[in-house]
């Protein structure tokens, strides 16, 4: 992982997704999800249509990663010590770029057209919020979330002062395979 820019955390998160209805949009988390190093996927009352995944996450993410799939909340078995995140707009939510990410955390996001359920949001050890001005499509969501977990839990360093990369060093030792040179 570290060869393409993502350093190994401390701790592992899953990722899943209640009430999804739509293919392509489960696809896009399954492939975000994956392509950000999650130990598990879950689904709870998923829609049926959602078994047609793998015409929309082109990683194959069920594949490489363990992909469980639960009819109710009640059903979801979760590791000990796991605190489960809630991703919603609401307004009493914490906003994500204030919120410390639990090592072990298993995040959860909402039906595409609607939120999370009162049940969901009341078993939820934290809900975040994208400090956006209305709901992101629910990949995007999963995309945010999983970028500000990595800054958070990834060991970056600091951001520079001025505008730029870090300096450190020489530049061909820190920049990413396959991508063209910035200062030529």
């Keep these: 992982m570290a060869e ?12 899943g997704a209640e009430g ?16 950000f190093g999650a130990s598990f996927m ?12 793998q015409f929309a996450d082109t990683s194959k993410t069920d594949q490489s990663v363990p992909c469980f799939s639960y009819e109710t909340l009640g059903d979801l078995t979760l590791p000990q010590g796991t605190q489960l995140v ?9 906003d994500l770029p204030t919120f410390r990410h639990p090592r072990m955390a298993a995040y959860v996001l909402g039906r595409e057209k609607g939120s999370l359920s009162e049940e969901m949001q009341a078993a939820c ?3 975040v919020k994208i400090p956006t001005r209305f709901c992101v499509n ?19 360093p600091d951001r ?3 505008p730029g990369g870090a300096e450190l060093g020489d530049p061909n030792e820190w920049k ?9």
Excluded at 42 to 53: L, Y
Excluded at 86 to 94: H, Q, Y
Excluded at 176 to 184: F, I, M, S, V, Y
């Design 20 to 35: 999804i209805s739509k293919p392509m949009n489960y696809g896009a988390i399954m492939r975000t999800a994956h392509a």
């Design 125 to 127: 050890d934290f809900i």
């Design 138 to 156: 629910v990949g995007y969501a999963t995309a945010i979330t999983l970028y500000d977990r990595t800054l958070v839990m990834g060991g970056w």
């Design 42 to 53: 879950f689904t709870i009352g998923a829609h049926h249509r959602v078994r047609e995944v």
């Design 160 to 162: 520079p002062v001025k």
């Design 176 to 184: 990413r395979p396959g991508r063209p040179d910035a200062n030529a």
């Design 86 to 94: 809630g991703v919603e707009l609401t307004a009493d939510s914490i």
């Design 4 to 15: 393409y820019g993502i350093k190994p955390a401390r701790g592992w998160f899953a990722v």
